[in-house]
């Protein structure tokens, strides 16, 4: 009750401050006025009587002032009065007011864009309802060396039916011909079982979607499309449901249209980018199948019954598959030690990128406090210029506690001036470094600097101000009165202290900028050894550009349908491929050949003469292509024969293989003649090879074509001829035009079939750039913070010594005139930064090690406590230090003694 | 006459509360009601009523409003609120075990110690 009308009394106070005011007049000429009427009945005349009222009630402005601090305004008005000072203080030394505040928007500026990127990816990874529901089930057989195998139709029936789950919905990815539409194109589909929308919890922007109990068999014709399709391939038609489309020739029915942002929370690019959705029954053809063993490759998503944690429904579906391991034996051997898994979709959003976001972070952190730390040190050298300014304040009556305020108030002042600043830059190139980010970074929300973001930068500014403005108030508050107002400033205690406190804070900042340094030199290195890795094979002059015959629904319509059939497409394709101008190979492949392509195409591997031990199988990568193909990146044939012409459909199947699958399933056997089975890839890829065994009839060299980071990754290469893929590579090698290229494969494939989309256009050597504009992304932003710490770093430490330095005038003159060599001079003022610098490089060092350690998972190539990036960073550090103090050494070195000693 | 006491330090808003349990008043009115009660024995600042008062407001246990003097002259009335009327009972019973035992202190004889 007192609080609550206290605050309204002080709202009242300081909302209608004139009027109170007024009022406050009124009520005491009120009461002189009402004393003088009874002193006038006394019988003295009435402007005597007025006269003694006044002198009686005594000075009115000391009552009024006395008012007004008993209704508490004080607080308020102090502030105003600060900030007012504070502002004039600031205006009268532009040139600090710049520097401090563009240091602190610089600091502020990235640390918002930083977190806004962290705010978008870890910490609301999925946009989606209740998101800590939704799980990735995984199925591992680690006795048959498979992990996240693919899902059985009677298993997943047996997940929805478990009640673990409000919904588990089966997904297939996939690519589709847009055609009907100005330009043939690609686009990226998923097939999903009804209950995926409902799931995700996400309603159409128009339309409708799937009904969750669809019970309809097989696919059906009605599709959900994006918002982009939606814009880009129908002109944002608002009349669009009901219209139909044509998906690799297949008539499709648009019910819905999602909502702009919404993505599918896939594993990779590709997958988040989904334009269309199909519904699929998983009840009936081509998903009927009851045999438990037959694993499909999908993907199986689902959202725990509400109040689950993953802990519980992990510990539930344990028991379940132990009962179903009991109830079909022969399905589940022991020895395939079948599991599900389940994993927190955000797991599966932001599990790679975790660690470099935080490492993000952590260095534009460790910059806004360098920063910080600089301008203190900008603050401190100001607070003894103005040291004076205080004592006489202090003399004529300010209260140390008021002046520490103020002094506070001014750098919170300039610390929000610089969140102001460093918004207002973010906002302006917010575009250019949105592109700085890389596609691959997964996230599934759109970059906004919204409210929280705001919120960080409010408090990245409120916490700065404090930081930096402390040590100059402390210094303030501890002021010397007598010495400093006798001008004994120079040499008295006080400036010694502050002289020291200057010197550990550019320790700090040699210190942190240190760390910062070795953790960029660390990714440089680990980048740099990526980047000269042994590739295995030669992306010199090749290009690769795709295309995607359809594969309609209905298999009379498909022109492509047989091996025989698009073989015959094939060759001719190779024929006009040879004749570009400048090619001089060329070769074709399935999309997963495309090196450095993230696309998973895995398939189960059945080795002959051991499918007893389990059925249960591990899963390769594989891919098929022509015979040119190994020939054209250089990949060099270690035992056995490549492909040749004559390994066609009806020749029978043979495969070639790398070494590392060589090693790790024919590990001291010889891998020739030894013949294999592959289980179903995807969608209409593998129909024969799934049926026939394959002899295997050469070993190629490892090559990185899968990741730069890995070179043994077991694969297995068919003859495209004999197993014919549906998305397709077309690989030029030669001295090609690479900005003419897609127009010249467009025209020249559509020469042939003018249905068909050409799309994904690329050297080889941009794809192996691009697969490391992950590592790049991180590693040019961290670097970019270590310069500039490492620029701040040298501000502060020139700083330090030009004002120790110009400390030392006097007694720098004392020793040139007692005959002291100007050489000398150099080396003294030279050794004080010297230790300085070796002081925080030692403390940085201690640092580094700690933060090496935790981004060891970032490395590759070099070891976390690499010698030489830690020396190499010491050494440059130091080398930067020498060179900022140089100047100020400089200058005591020029110092005339006679000025010096007149001075004092 | 004996010569009017000053104050004692902090009993000056307890006063004020008593005396504008009485009934309204402005502030002048004020310090005639305290007068009069105490028989002109007591003095106070006519410029220390004023910080007193508003204090008062501020805390809540004394109200304001515009009204009309006696003599026709705009004034500032102030009431006792619910809660002043609470506070000025523990200030009166806290000030009576005070004076008691300060009473009782200096009553004492050397027999008594």
């Known amino acids: ?904 | 006459m004996d010569k009017p006491l000053d104050l004692l330090q902090g009993t000056l808003d307890m006063l004020i509360l008593k005396a504008v349990s009485l009934g309204p008043l402005h502030g002048y009115g004020v310090l005639l009601r305290i007068q009069q009660i105490s028989k002109d024995r007591l003095e106070i600042q006519q410029g220390s009523l004023y910080p007193a008062l508003y204090r008062l407001e501020h805390q809540g246990w004394i109200t304001s409003e515009w009204g009309e003097s006696e003599n026709n002259r705009k004034a500032k009335y102030y009431r006792l609120t619910a809660a002043g009327k609470r506070r000025l009972q523990t200030e009166t019973d806290k000030w009576n075990r005070m004076s008691d035992v300060i009473a009782g202190i200096l009553h004492t004889t050397p027999e008594e110690v």
Request: aromatic fraction near 6%.
């Open chain 1, 1 to 904: 009750m007192t609080l609550w009308s206290r605050f309204r009394s002080w709202l009242r106070t300081t909302v209608r401050r004139s009027h109170v005011e007024s009022d406050m007049g009124a009520e005491l000429r009120s009461h002189i006025e009402t004393y003088a009427d009874d002193l006038m009945r006394t019988g003295i005349s009435p402007e005597e009587a007025l006269r003694r009222a006044r002198i009686e009630f005594g000075g009115i402005e000391r009552v009024k002032e006395e008012c007004r601090e008993a209704r508490g305004v004080t607080l308020l008005e102090s502030l105003i009065q600060d900030i007012r000072f504070a502002l004039r203080m600031l205006r009268k030394s532009p040139g600090f007011t710049a520097v401090a505040v563009l240091t602190l928007a610089l600091g502020i500026g990235a640390t918002t864009a930083i977190f806004s990127l962290v705010d978008a990816t870890l910490l609301h990874p999925l946009p989606y309802p209740h998101p800590e529901e939704l799980v990735r089930i995984e199925d591992d057989l680690p006795g048959a060396g498979a992990t996240d195998a693919g899902i059985s139709i009677p298993e997943f029936k047996d997940l929805q039916r478990s009640g673990i789950f409000q919904y588990v919905v089966l997904e297939i990815f996939g690519s589709a011909n847009l055609t009907g539409v100005s330009q043939p194109s690609r686009m990226q589909y998923e097939g999903v079982s009804p209950a995926y929308f409902a799931m995700l919890g996400v309603k159409p922007e128009l339309g409708q979607t799937f009904d969750p109990q669809d019970q309809t068999p097989g696919f059906t014709l009605d599709v959900v499309i994006s918002d982009g399709l939606w814009r880009r391939a129908f002109g944002s038609d608002p009349h669009i449901v009901g219209r139909s489309l044509r998906a690799d020739n297949d008539l499709y029915r648009v019910i819905g249209v999602m909502p702009p942002g919404f993505r599918d929370p896939g594993r990779t690019v590709g997958e988040r980018n989904t334009e269309q959705w199909a519904g699929l029954g998983f009840s009936d053809d081509p998903a009927r199948s009851s045999n438990r063993s037959l694993r499909l490759p999908l993907e199986t998503v689902g959202r725990l019954k509400s109040g689950l944690t993953v802990a519980a429904a992990q510990s539930q579906l344990d028991a379940l598959v132990a009962s179903l391991r009991e109830q079909f034996p022969d399905d589940y051997p022991a020895d395939s030690k079948w599991t599900v898994r389940l994993v927190p979709l955000k797991e599966n959003v932001v599990g790679n990128v975790r660690q470099s976001l935080i490492l993000l972070l952590g260095a534009v952190a460790l910059v806004l406090v360098i920063g910080c730390v600089n301008v203190a040190n900008l603050l401190l050298a100001r607070a003894s210029v103005r040291s004076r300014e205080m004592a006489v304040r202090q003399a004529l009556g300010a209260a140390r506690k008021r002046l520490v305020r103020q002094l506070l108030t001014e750098s919170l002042l300039l610390s929000l001036l610089g969140g102001v600043a460093g918004l207002v830059i973010l906002f302006c190139m917010k575009g250019s470094l949105l592109r700085l980010i890389p596609e691959s970074l997964p996230r599934l929300n759109d970059l906004s600097i919204n409210w929280t973001v705001m919120l960080i930068a409010l408090a990245a500014s409120i916490a700065a101000g404090v930081i930096f403005g402390l040590a100059p108030a402390r210094q303030a508050g501890r002021l010397n009165l007598a010495s400093t107002l006798r001008g004994e400033g120079r040499g008295s205690k006080g400036s010694t202290e502050q002289t020291r406190t200057r010197r550990v804070l550019v320790v700090t900042e040699f210190a942190l900028s240190l760390v910062l340094m070795i953790a960029a030199g660390l990714l440089l290195h680990s980048f740099w050894d990526l980047l000269n890795v042994q590739l295995g094979f030669n992306p010199q002059h090749v290009m690769s550009v795709q295309l995607w015959l359809p594969s309609p629904n209905d298999p009379k319509t498909d022109i492509y349908g047989t091996a025989a059939q698009e073989a015959v497409f094939a060759r001719e394709l190779l024929r006009r491929s040879r004749l570009l101008p400048g090619v001089q190979e060329a070769a074709l492949g399935a999309e997963p050949s495309i090196p450095l392509h993230h696309d998973r195409n895995r398939s189960a591997l059945i080795v002959e003469g051991r499918q007893r031990q389990s059925t249960q199988t591990p899963l390769v990568e594989r891919s098929q292509v022509t015979p040119e193909y190994f020939h054209l990146l250089g990949i060099p044939v270690l035992r056995g024969r490549l492909f040749n012409d004559g390994d066609d459909e009806n020749a029978p199947l043979v495969a070639v293989i790398n070494q590392a699958m060589a090693e790790t399933y024919w590990r001291g056997e010889d891998p020739l003649g030894k013949r294999l089975r592959l289980g179903a890839g995807r969608a209409g890829v593998g129909q024969r090879a799934s049926k026939t065994w394959i002899t295997i009839v050469g070993v190629i060299a490892d090559a990185r074509t899968e990741s730069l980071a890995n070179a043994s990754i077991p694969q297995i290469y068919l003859s495209l001829y004999q197993e014919t893929p549906k998305e397709l590579a077309i690989f030029l090698r030669g001295n090609l035009n690479a900005s003419a290229i897609p127009e010249e494969v467009r025209a020249m494939v559509q020469s042939v079939d003018p249905q068909l989309p050409v799309y994904g256009a690329q050297t080889l050597n941009d794809a192996v750039t691009a697969s490391l504009e992950q590592r790049r992304f991180s590693m040019d932003i961290v670097a970019a913070f270590a310069v500039t710490a490492l620029l701040l770093a040298a501000l502060g430490i020139y700083g330090v010594i030009s004002y120790i330095v110009n400390e030392r005038t006097h007694e720098v003159g004392i020793r040139l005139a007692l005959g002291a060599q100007r050489a000398d001079i150099l080396k003294m003022v030279l050794r004080q930064g010297l230790s300085l610098a070796i002081a925080g490089a030692a403390v940085g060092l201690l640092g580094a090690l700690i933060v090496a350690r935790l981004m060891a998972g970032l490395l590759y190539g070099v070891r976390p406590t690499d010698p030489l990036t830690f020396a190499g960073v010491a050494i440059l550090l130091i080398g930067v230090a020498l060179l900022a103090c140089y100047i100020p050494a400089r200058r005591a070195m020029k110092v005339d003694p006679m000025v010096a000693l007149r001075y004092e």
